[in-house]
């Protein structure tokens, strides 16, 4: 019997969030948490709101207020109200967060590899096209 791809996305999402996780967890953070820092480092000096991490991962409000106060209180981020916009929060990584960011982008990068490892260039380019594809969908 073929699978469905459905189920294989699962499957292939479930394991690599397994790892994310087991990997995290000697730094006391999640799989999103690190997630949430990779993203914020990799806006640069763009300023970064909360509801960039809402839509960056496709979550809701509440979920994304909780994640990131429990940031917050580990000492990772400040979320203060935005001088543009008082209903928004802007987010900043602290210096314990910018310490992590090497450590998180050393293994997302190696994850990123373990992938693709065994496909062909044109293969892996595929696969990346694949799942943006299947992203807007």
Same mark, same amino acid.
Request: cysteine-free.
């Given at each position: ?17 397994? $790892? +994310? ?32 991490? $809402?839509? $960056?991962?496709?979550?809701? *409000?509440?979920? !994304? ?7 917050? @209180?580990?000492?990772? +981020?400040? *979320? @203060?109200?935005? #001088?543009?916009?008082? /209903? =928004?929060?802007? +987010?900043?990584?602290?210096? =314990?967060?910018? $310490? +992590?960011? %090497? ?10 590899? =373990? ?5 062909? %260039? @044109?293969?892996? #380019?595929?696969? /990346?096209? #694949?799942?943006?594809?299947? !992203? /807007?969908?």
């Amino acid at each position: 019997m073929t699978p469905r791809l459905g189920g294989l996305l699962r499957d292939a999402t479930n394991q690599m969030n397994l $790892e +994310l996780n087991a990997f995290a967890r000697p730094y006391g953070m999640t799989g999103m948490q690190m997630s949430v820092i990779d993203y914020l480092q990799r806006q640069g000096t763009a300023v970064s709101f909360q509801v960039d991490i $809402e839509h $960056e991962f496709h979550i809701r *409000r509440s979920t !994304a207020s909780l994640l990131i106060g429990r940031m917050v @209180e580990r000492g990772l +981020l400040t *979320r @203060e109200v935005a #001088a543009s916009d008082s /209903r =928004k929060r802007q +987010l900043q990584l602290t210096a =314990k967060g910018r $310490e +992590l960011v %090497p450590i998180i982008t050393q293994h997302l990068t190696a994850q990123d590899a =373990k992938m693709v490892a065994g496909l062909s %260039p @044109e293969a892996a #380019a595929g696969f /990346r096209q #694949a799942l943006r594809q299947i !992203a /807007r969908w």
